[in-house]
């Protein structure tokens, strides 16, 4: 972490928000590829053990981020890192076809940033 605190915080708060989405991605979604075959609880014990690293990335992000953002505006930041990681996720790892509806949840999300950011 001291690598980040020479950064400006809103910084900070997006690029930990962003490597704590690739883990919860990975955590919520991964074991439909990885562990489709093994029981239910198998692949809850592992995506714990994934979402681990999401959160000892996550409450920093937050902790970090409330010193400069509301609430209200890191649920937002977060909802559009989430889109953002998962798309690619989707796309590339899990082999789905990208939709025109991944442009749209986007456009819907800038206007949530536009209002939960404007003065």
């Not at 809850?44 to 209200?72: D, H």
């Not at 989430?82 to 690619?88: A, H, I, R, Y």
């Not at 796309?91 to 990208?98: A, E, N, R, S, T």
């Not at 025109?100 to 950011?117: E, Q, R, S």
Request: positive net charge; glycine residues 6%.
């Amino acid at each position: 972490m001291s690598l980040l605190q020479n950064l400006p915080v809103p910084l900070q708060t997006v690029l930990l928000l962003l490597a704590s989405n690739v883990f919860m991605t990975f955590a919520w979604y991964g074991h439909l590829k990885n562990l489709a075959t093994a029981p239910w609880y198998t692949a809850a014990l592992v995506s714990w053990g994934i979402a681990l690293f999401e959160y000892l990335l996550q409450v920093p992000a937050n902790r970090i981020g409330y010193t400069q953002f509301s609430l209200a505006q890191l649920k937002i930041l977060q909802e559009v890192i989430t889109l953002g990681v998962f798309v690619p996720f989707a796309v590339f790892y899990m082999g789905q076809p990208l939709k025109w509806d991944y442009l749209w949840a986007g456009l819907c999300l800038v206007g949530a940033v536009y209002f939960i950011f404007r003065s």
